[in-house]
């Protein structure tokens, strides 16, 4: 089982930026992928960015691409993935979910991922 666990929701004006980061631990290496996913008031849950463990992929919908990064760090017995958010605006607005995934296909698919966070809430003001 892998576990992960949010941090950096909040509040933040138009044009503001964010950083989340997710922790994956238990038996991280059985992962390959992590990814983030978002969840707007009233919408299916959508893909958002995703890397690999060894942090030489990166995938990103065309909706942040310029405006997000995602990152990652290892050590023994964890691994952080960071989103650094900029440009917010009231449409990123959603429930932020970190997500973990053993399959080395699909990173922008949400079945790929069988290990979830609880999300963070992510308000862009206008």
């Known amino acids: 089982q892998v576990q992960l666990v949010e941090l950096g929701g909040g509040l933040v004006q138009a044009g503001g930026s964010l950083r989340l980061s997710c922790t994956a631990s238990?038996?991280?290496?059985?992962?390959?992928?992590m990814g983030w996913f978002r969840q707007a008031p009233g919408k299916e849950r959508d893909f958002v960015a995703s890397?690999?463990?060894?942090?030489?992929?990166?995938?990103?919908t065309d909706h942040v691409k310029g405006r997000f990064t995602i990152s990652r760090d290892n050590d023994n017995a964890k691994t952080t993935v960071y989103l650094q958010m900029h440009s917010l605006t009231p449409d990123d607005t959603a429930i932020y979910y970190c997500?973990?995934?053993?399959?080395?296909?699909?990173?922008?698919?949400?079945?790929?991922?069988?290990?979830w966070g609880q999300g963070t809430q992510v308000t862009g003001a206008s």
């Open positions: 997500a973990a995934s053993t399959l080395m296909y699909n990173p922008m698919t949400e079945n790929a991922y069988g290990s």
């Open positions: 238990g038996r991280i290496s059985s992962v390959y992928r």
């Open positions: 890397i690999t463990r060894s942090g030489g992929n990166t995938y990103y």
